[in-house]
């Protein structure tokens, strides 16, 4: 198991570490990428803090569900081999089934690993653990001038990369700690995570988060601040003085909001069937955005909708909108914007249902199979969720409700960590 620390909701914690995660190993797949196997929720470790390391079967297929949607739809993730039902009693809120995940990542490492040893005054230990990184995840930078300095650039950029896609499918990963976050530029440790149904940009879901502080909207400034502590923790591999090596990881960490943007509004140009670029295009999206949030418009059906409209048919998204003249007027600037760069329409509508799934790991399909599952011992609903998000750019008409929001009293409002 590994040591870690990390900054949790703000707040330093000196030692955390896999408190019911067993590395097993590596293994090299076909495409010769080197990867981690690791079982969690199979008992106890050095780093459990008093708790059993058991997991129980709701988040274990949460976590299942949700990290292989995640894989479907594009965006960089740790990927779930397995989850098995153990036939244990796990004590969380009530008795709950037991179950062990066996999860894959590119490696486990994460900022917390780099905070660990740098507040222990370990520099030596930050540039091991730099060097290792270095060649398993980035050998480009190993010829740098800088070395270093390259390493973290890329680090810096790659995570940025990743935030953009979370953004562009309503992905909020609800506790993006920084022993929660990769750098490998993975999505890693899927806990109180949830897609939006009705976008708002400050949507939470985690039930611990009481601040909101890892809401949708503000992932990429708490990704640039976990970015910072990792920056930190490089100090000394950047400069022999620290008063010198402030400035270079200072440079590194001030690339970060030009880079999101880019890598933003690279997949909201996408999102909105734009194939060229121009000053108002993000004006254009945040206006969208902000009528689809005073309208309780769905996040996922509006711009899959999209589609529709460019081909002349705006009778599906206007049913999205409490007031359907909130669409029609933001349609005409869109239509103009569209005009300047001449596609067929058929091309246009291929283009778009390409960058905007139908189906994502809607929360309350998660949550009827977590039921079924635990309630039931009933895994079929789980086999049809996965088979629909195994294909998710694909219209499957006999799955179509699959695709839908939730109704008022499917609606779920809180997500569990489930530690």
């Not at 990867?35 to 949460?62: E, M, N, W, Y």
């Not at 040893?117 to 398993?136: K, S």
């Not at 990881?249 to 670029?277: H, M, N």
């Amino acid at each position: 198991s590994m040591a870690y620390a990390g900054h949790q909701f703000g707040n330093w914690v000196p030692q955390l570490g896999d408190g019911r995660a067993v590395l097993l190993g590596e293994v090299v797949g076909i495409d010769g990428v080197r990867r981690d196997i690791q079982l969690k929720g199979a008992g106890r470790t050095p780093f459990s803090r008093g708790g059993d390391g058991r997991a129980a079967l709701g988040p274990v297929l949460r976590e299942y569900i949700v990290s292989e949607a995640m894989a479907a739809l594009g965006v960089p993730t740790t990927r779930s081999l397995a989850a098995i039902a153990t036939g244990e009693h796990i004590l969380r809120d009530g008795v709950k089934p037991g179950a062990v995940l066996t999860r894959v990542a590119q490696s486990h490492v994460r900022i917390g690993t780099f905070e660990f040893f740098a507040n222990r005054g370990d520099a030596e230990g930050v540039r091991l653990l730099a060097d290792y990184i270095m060649g398993r995840h980035y050998p480009e930078t190993a010829n740098a001038a800088q070395p270093y300095k390259a390493l973290l650039d890329a680090i810096v950029a790659r995570t940025a990369a990743l935030v953009s896609r979370w953004m562009g499918i309503g992905f909020i990963h609800g506790v993006i700690n920084t022993d929660n976050m990769s750098v490998a530029g993975e999505t890693i440790d899927y806990g109180p995570c949830a897609f939006m149904d009705f976008y708002r940009a400050a949507t939470v879901y985690s039930s611990i988060d009481h601040a909101g502080r890892y809401a949708y909207a503000n992932q990429p400034r708490i990704a640039h601040w976990n970015l910072s502590r990792l920056a930190g923790a490089f100090l000394p591999l950047l400069a022999d003085d620290q008063q010198a090596a402030i400035p270079v990881a200072q440079a590194a960490l001030d690339a970060f909001p030009s880079i999101y943007r880019a890598e933003f509004e690279q997949v909201f140009r996408r999102k909105l069937g734009l194939t060229t670029a121009e000053d108002g295009d993000m004006a254009l999206a945040q206006d969208l955005l902000e009528r689809m949030e005073a309208n309780e418009a769905d996040f996922t059906l509006t711009f899959r909708r999209l589609a529709d409209s460019a081909t002349g048919d705006d009778a599906p998204i206007r049913a999205l909108f409490a007031d359907p003249a909130a669409f029609d007027d933001w349609a005409d600037p869109w239509r103009a914007r569209l005009a300047r760069e001449p596609m067929p329409d058929a091309e246009r509508r291929e283009a778009i249902l390409r960058a905007n799934p139908a189906f994502i790991p809607r929360n309350h399909r998660i949550e009827a199979v977590i039921r079924a599952a635990e309630d039931r011992g009933d895994f079929a609903p789980l086999d049809i969720l996965i088979n629909v998000l195994a294909t998710p750019f694909d219209d499957r008409p006999d799955f179509a409700d699959y695709a839908n929001p939730p109704l008022p009293e499917e609606i779920v409002r809180q997500t569990f960590c489930g530690t």
